[in-house]
């Protein structure tokens, strides 16, 4: 259908969900309020790596106005991970605790000064063990044992050979290995965690917290609490964004349900800004090592890439997390020959999680190396990417068949209207322009909890009730599934209301992770709708004596197609049905054309994600080589989002994606550490970009009519936001004439790479950094 | 602790209560009030999610003693809208697509609209450095700016559909 036909869908309106919040009225989790409700704090551990002997709180439980203390012996024993493999997190310390800020016990009281109180009377025997705080020093031989289970500390393992590597690496006409570095960053999305958990009387437990899945974080907390799942109910709430770090489960939500059975109770567990830094969730630490190998016009023929990510203590989404950076570039470059090495590796540090810029070292790496091949050969960066560039059709070396792809389109227009070759040719004294490619997936092949269901009902006055399990982290995802519907059944969108979110009334969705949410939610409530306009269809066929194949819903209206003005209105037809006993409920449900028996490590092969975005972005900046400082003048971005359902949204979304992924996630956000403590947890340190400093940006929506999505939707922003990342360093770089290769570029690096660059000859990259290497399996003892 | 009595207008009621000498005013809008409308991002100054207006100047309530506010008058987000009819600000920050998570929605309005009642044409410098104390980690600012420059320009009020 051509976009003229929709009335909603491909149109700039107003996200149904914005009145609340610009009055006030949305309410977030820290804002719930219960009777009698309780307040909760959690004791951390003081220590990287100890292990604990006793936890004393007799004292604690006596002071007046605590109600509850929990510590490790309080829970089932059971571990969590995302996997059944990788469960090595006890959602409080048992033994030992693994990072300084583990979760020790916790108490609930009255109020907060009380509840803090009383965590200085919880005494712990801790032993100090030695700890270990970056991968070099965790993989040695002799390093400490974070977990018993795993030898040399290395949490997880993937490796994946697809094609004759080392064979086309001999016919290559330049082959280059280089090694990149990334810091770690963190997501400090606006909103600090919080739990708020409600024990009733009939043994349920309802929870509200930011999540990125409901019915996963309601899964995990049934098996830790050994609750029926049915009596787990986690509720729907305004989301202060996730961007990957919402999507885990964390010991707040199990402490704080916990605490309230045991006190019988509402209890509310706020994190401070930097218990949100240091106990959710994390970005890697990441060092990858790429040898790539072209032929005479930069078309990469081989590719070897060693990665190291730095996990923190716990696995949290590990296999995902260090296989995504690779596939995200299997996608976007066709390169028929690769190999993969990727280790994640426990250290005595906060846990990590995927963020939206997951992978800097690997993603800036891919593209400052073809930027370093162009000038070996004397091509330009264009050129080398638009050679390499992924085309519809294809299949990914792991086998993901690409059923749509407008990369070359994306290529094409963000350098034509940045007039990209003019300005990398023409060298303006400390201006720099790059360019940044990359593609994301929509959806992971996750088993029973991979697809999306919906429902829709009607109202007597016509007015219809979408239910569907789909959650909004901000990214407007509410939106998206009442824009859906009311365009298939002909409703103004203000008469349909929406219950999503909670496991309790909606069923089963993929979580708005891995940026299925309008491919997989989408899909499923356009189709209950389309299965509830085909009820109505059928009512309104009799009453207006037509074929349900001519009827058109639209504008509250049921009529024959070209007859708009002789239909019935669609309340009449709702009452109709009630009448006739055939009341309209239209069901939906979508699974993803995936292989479900792809599996992370065991088996990385097969059909991925049913489609997957593409993206490219321009930057182009300013460097002051006094200061080191950037200033970014203007970005370029574009992405194959598909098709999009609402361009405004799709704008905002590429927006903020030049935001943390460009401008803060390349040139400023890192955390610093000191012995495994944190040293700028907080935002007055940890610099996020504000107003002042975002560029000008041209946001450029390509479309591909993906034969999967809805509408041909796929997901937007995730590919922008990666590749802004590359884009600023690229354009730094030329900027400078060096190859940046650790990140993110702060003045002092920009500095110290200036400095460098005078002694150094050669196209090299600004720092000799150790190659990651393949780490030889440990002889079985 | 003895409490202290405090009297300040607060959405344009007079309100009295007794507070803790060193209880903020974010705690009371929040807790004592139910002004949840107030946001809490970082308690240290750095965010601007809790911003309000203080005598129609901007601040921070997080780092701002409840007594500060004695005899002020206070907006909160939830006295921006009159007789549910929109403030100009949060009708073009919904119709620019300027909110996205709203955990910083709050404090940019308010922010914003300090900014207007002070100088009612502002150029994109002065805006950028009204809301320069604000984080939003969702929208890269563009719609926001977007949002402020309707405003200004009264171009609101197109919600159409
Ligand atoms: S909460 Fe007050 S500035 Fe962040
Ligand atoms: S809209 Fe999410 S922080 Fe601004």
Partial sequence: ???????????????????????????????????????????????????????????????????????????????????????????????????????????????????????????????????????????????????????????????????????????????????????????????????????????????WMPNASPHTKAKALSNALRLPLSQVNVRKITIGGAFGGRSDVFPAEFICSLLSIKTQRPVKLVYTREENTIATRMGHAMLTTHKTGVDKNGKVLARESICWLDGGAYSSTGPIATSVPFLCHEQAYNVPNVRFYGYRIYTNKPVRGMIRIHGRSFACGVDTQLDMIGEELGIDPVTMRLVNARRPGETTPTGSHVASCGLVECIEQTAEQSNFLAKFKKSVPNRGIGMGVNSVQTGFPLGIRGGSQAFIKFHEDGGATVISGVVDNGQGNDNMLVQIAAEELGLPMSEIRLISADTESTPTDAGSYSMISTFGGGNAVKRAAEDARAQLFEVASEMLEADPEDLVARDRKIFVRGAPDAGVPLPKVVRQALLLGRPIMGRGAFNPDVDQRREWIGNPSGQLSQAFSFGATVAEVEVDPETGQVKALDVTCAQDCGFALNPLIVEGQFEGSVAMGGQGGMLAEEHRWHNGHCLNPTMLEYKIPTIKEMPRIKPIIVETIDPGGPYGAKEAGMSVAMS??????????????????????????IRDAIERKQESKGIKTAWDIEPARIIPPEPKS | MQKHLLTMRVNGEQVELAVRPNATLLDVLREDLELTGVKEGCSEGACGACAVLMNNEPIRSCLTLALEANGAEILTIEGLATGGRLHPLQEAFVEQGAVQCGFCTPGMILSSKALLDRNPQPNDEDIKTALAGSFCRCTGYAKILEAVRAARDGDVGNEGS
């Fill in chain 1, 1 to 207: 259908m051509p976009d003229d036909d929709y009335k909603l869908i491909g149109k700039s309106v107003p996200r149904i969900d914005a009145r609340a919040k610009v009055t006030g009225e949305a309410l977030f989790t820290a804002d719930l309020k219960f009777p009698r409700m309780l307040v909760a704090k959690v004791l951390r551990s003081p220590h990287a790596h100890a292990r604990i002997l006793n936890v004393d709180t007799s004292r604690a439980e006596k002071l007046r106005g605590v109600h509850a203390v929990v510590t490790g012996k309080d829970t089932a024993g059971e571990k969590w991970g995302v996997f059944r493999y990788t469960r090595d997190q006890q959602l409080l310390c048992v033994d030992k605790a693994r990072y300084l800020g583990d979760e020790v016990a916790a108490v609930a009281a009255v109020d907060e000064e009380t509840a803090e109180e009383a965590l200085k009377l919880i005494f712990v025997d801790y032993e100090p063990l030695p700890a270990v705080f970056d991968f070099w020093s965790a993989v040695a031989p002799d390093a400490p044992r974070i977990h018993d289970e795993y030898p040399r500390n290395i949490n997880v393992e993937v490796k994946i050979e697809v094609g004759l590597v080392d064979e086309a690496f001999r016919n290559c006409r330049l082959v280059r290995e280089d090694t990149f570095l990334a810091e770690e960053d963190s997501y400090f999305m606006s909103e600090p965690y919080a739990v708020v958990a409600n024990c009733h009387a009939d043994g349920s437990v309802e929870i």
């Fill in chain 1, 724 to 749: 802004s990342a590359q884009a600023y360093c690229c354009a730094v770089g030329h900027a400078l004439g060096i190859y940046f290769n650790h990140y993110p570029l702060t003045p002092e690096r």
